[in-house]
């Protein structure tokens, strides 16, 4: 499967959607949505997740928290995050119609 490196992104989406967040969790949620985005959706929920959200030890407080606030999903040993499930979706869709339109123009 093609690895997605770009999705669309709204800043006013993320800012409102951070604003009631600690400094913590948003930096935590910000590199979630990061690490989503650059592991196609396949982000493992594993000890390594301290130091890859830059909070070590307070990492595992920080997750908690987002789950509580529906921020954060843990599924089947992944961290997902709704909103980065249907933009890279959405992406996956837009490459397919452009390799299509290629296919048709240039006749491979």
Known sequence: M?????VYY???DMLNGTMTMTVEEELAYRRIVD???STNNKLEDNNRMGWMTKL?????KVRQSLIEKNKIMIEKGFITV????????KAKLNYEKKQKAAKIRWGN
């Open 56 to 60: 070590g030890e307070n990492w595992e």
């Open 35 to 37: 690490l989503i985005y």
């Open 82 to 89: 709704e909103r980065c499930t249907d933009e890279i979706n």
């Open 2 to 6: 093609t690895k997605m490196n770009f």
């Open 10 to 12: 709204c800043a006013d």
